[in-house]
């Protein structure tokens, strides 16, 4: 997807962190017995009760620019990651969307983990959503997004190098 | 008695200093936020449009919206309340002052708003005018330097002017202090505060909490 973000390739791991810190699991209080319900997954769960922020009839790249997923500094870099989920082959987009209409209809809904894996082969080029345990170190389920990515080429990669 | 009223005169006047230093680091803050991400939900701190209208939805939850009424808007920013207003309750016939104390807020908001009926904006740190209800959001958050202390008087006044304002009462919201504890941004524990109106401004409140933010509403009510 280097096409679309271009020399703004080096943000998408930010954005899909920012996506990650807004759909994270609830956060443990200092007090380990109180789980505090605020914030991560439950503040998504909250606006979508109040705003039903992700629909059915609505693409998920127009709720990320709703819920300022493109982040604040970088214009440039917001656009075209908009873009870059607008164009998600399969119409990815509204798949994610949907993904996340029904997960935010279970009680409690699942946290949301954002990746990446390799568009190549042809059949990878698609957005991929599972259900699992996407870090070792949290033993917690997730409904995990994979957006389909195909490396930058460096200019001039792929010549031939002359004598 | 001279010597009383001279030394009572003297920590008036230290407080007003204190106040008055308070209030222009607020307004600095907030006309650097404006200045940079001009009139959008970052541009008055918050994150984004919808946690920002989640917020009215709690502060506004004391008013009955069917009926008309007059409202303060402490720390109004850009009006964003006002758009909120329309989107989801545009039957109601609310009379809306914004006071801030930011010049670049207002300059900003009155150029949004400036063709609106029974909108006002005013400069300041508390409402002129009485009226039914008085809501603020987020205005306790942003301590920035200032000493606790410091920062715990500025509230205090704050709420009492917000109680002397608002005929039936007047709603406010705070960083829950269960949250994990950020630089520069005031928290406190629900009761202290809601302990503070019914002791002090002679109110009952109701705490609004769980609503997914990392933060609760204080509604302070007029005992009948």
Known sequence: MGFYMKEDDIYISSLIDLFNLRFAPVPISRD??????????EEMAQLQSQFNIFRTDLPFSKSAAVLGLGGLYNARAKNRWYTLLEKLPDNGDQQIADALVDNFKKKPPLPCYMCSHHAS????NRVIITQGQPLFYLEQDYLIISLPMAPRRLPGAGKKKGK | MARTSKRRSASGSREETELATVHAGISDYYSAKVRKFGTTPPGVDWTCLPTQELRFVQLLRMCDVTSPFSLNDLGCGYG?????LDRYHPASRIDYLGIDLSPAMLRRARRLWHNRANVAFAQGSFSQRLADYSVASGIFNVQQDQPRDVWERFVAVTLRRLHG????????????????????IYSAEPAQWSRYCIRELGATTEIIDGYGLREFTLVVRRAA
């Open chain 1, 121 to 124: 082969p042809k059949s990878e």
């Open chain 1, 32 to 41: 380990l017995n109180k789980e505090e319900l605020f914030g991560g997954i």
């Open chain 2, 165 to 184: 304002t608002s005929r039936r009462g007047f709603a406010v919201n705070f960083i829950d202090a269960g949250s994990v504890a950020r630089d520069g």
């Open chain 2, 80 to 84: 964003a309340l006002l758009s909120y």
